[in-house]
């Protein structure tokens, strides 16, 4: 078992940042990518980064150059730098873990961009 738990979530203007942070405990040496969804009313919930053990990174081409995750793999935390933040960016973000057949989420943190 994994557990996440996700901080940094908010309200924030059009144009600013936020940091969202997962840090997991439990069965962590199981971890092989973490990552970061998205979820806005009514709407299925989206991929939005990922990153591997490795640093191996993916983004969703709508986050591309304005999203940055990271991941300090001994502290066993990811975290997702969001810049430019624009009202489609509002949802609620969940983070993830992936592992040889283990799919884990957190409870997820609410992201409002909003003037």
Same mark, same amino acid.
Request: hydrophobic residues 30%.
């Given at each position: 078992?994994? %557990?996440?738990?996700? @901080? ?10 936020? $940091?969202?942070?997962?840090?997991? #405990?439990? #069965?962590? #040496? @199981? ?13 299925? $919930? ?5 990153? &591997? $053990?490795?640093? !191996? ?8 150059? $304005? *999203? +940055? ?6 502290? !066993?935390?990811? /975290?997702? %730098? ?7 960016? &509002?949802?609620?973000? /969940?983070? !993830? +873990?992936?592992? *040889?057949? +283990? !799919? /884990?989420?957190?409870?997820?943190? %609410?992201? &409002?961009? @909003?003037?």
């Amino acid at each position: 078992q994994v %557990q996440l738990v996700e @901080s940094g979530g908010g309200l924030v203007q059009p144009g600013g940042s936020l $940091r969202l942070s997962c840090a997991a #405990s439990g #069965s962590i #040496s @199981s971890i092989l990518v973490m990552g970061w969804y998205r979820q806005a009313p009514g709407k299925e $919930r989206d991929l939005v980064a990922t990153i &591997t $053990r490795g640093g !191996n990174t993916n983004y969703a081409g709508s986050v591309k150059g $304005r *999203f +940055t995750i990271s991941r300090d793999n001994a502290k !066993n935390t990811v /975290y997702l %730098q969001m810049n430019s933040l624009k009202p489609e960016d &509002t949802a609620v973000y /969940y983070c !993830n +873990t992936m592992g *040889f057949g +283990t !799919n /884990y989420w957190g409870q997820g943190t %609410q992201v &409002t961009v @909003s003037s």
